[in-house]
Nanobody, 123 residues
């Protein structure tokens, strides 16, 4: 079982940037697809970015395309989400997750979740 720990959230002004990190335990991270979800109160958790096991395939939700970049460093067992041009609508709790299928870039089989990190964007 992979354990995931997110970090890097915080308070930022609109137009600013943050980089989230997702540190994974164990030695199987490099075989898993990974993704970032976000959730606001009263709404379903939304997949916003995903990356396959090698980093060669990435998917983004339309709401973040062109502003967010997902990446991973398998040597460090860590995934990242670089968030630029942040908007107040990006305010949410952000979660990373992994899927045991390395090509599952919709994270349909996600079975490991981090505890979440709060991102708040103010105007």
């Amino acid at each position: 079982q992979v354990q995931l720990v997110e970090s890097g959230g915080g308070l930022v002004q609109a137009g600013g940037s943050l980089r989230l990190s997702c540190a994974a335990s164990g030695d199987t991270f490099s075989t898993y697809a990974m993704g970032w979800f976000r959730q606001t109160p009263g709404k379903e958790r939304e997949l916003i970015a995903a990356i396959n096991y090698s980093g060669g395939t990435r998917n983004y939700a339309d709401s973040v395309k062109g502003r967010f970049t997902i990446s991973r460093d398998n040597a460090k067992n860590t995934g990242y989400l670089q968030m630029n041009s942040l908007k107040p609508d990006d305010t949410a709790v952000y979660y990373c997750a992994t899927s045991p299928s390395g090509w599952d870039t919709r994270l349909n089989l996600a079975n490991n979740w981090g505890q979440g990190t709060q991102v708040t964007v103010f105007a």
